[in-house]
């Protein structure tokens, strides 16, 4: 697939790229297929807004719902920063990883 057919470019902090290699390479794998399918089309199953500030990465893979936080850094050309990840174990959004996605955020912008 042609890179310019891409809606947005996707980086990955520290952390983010962390929880993904912990991930076994079957998981690992559909996660960055999920990515992939999702700078392609909008998908809400794939990539949701959270708040007005923080979008997660979506996956659904052997009965674990894996989510990767995520940002925009518009002043980059449509760019997406992925925080951090983690397996989610409720239906209701963590309210702690949600915090950590804000404060990775806030970090992020005020070193910019």
Not at 70 to 83: E, M, P, Q
Request: proline letters at 3%.
């Amino acid at each position: 697939m042609d890179k310019r057919n891409y809606r947005f470019e996707v980086e990955f902090l520290d952390q983010a790229y962390q929880f993904l290699e912990s991930l076994d390479p079957k998981t690992r794998t559909k996660v960055f297929e999920n990515i992939r399918i999702s700078r392609l089309k909008i998908d809400p199953r794939l990539l949701k807004k959270i708040d007005k500030e923080i979008w997660e990465f979506r996956t659904s893979f052997m009965s674990i719902q894996i989510r990767l936080f995520a940002f925009w850094d518009r002043d980059r050309k449509s760019l997406i920063i992925c925080t951090h990840g983690f397996i989610k174990k409720s239906q209701k959004i963590p309210l702690k990883e949600l915090q950590r996605a804000k404060i990775i955020r806030k970090k992020y912008f005020n070193k910019s």
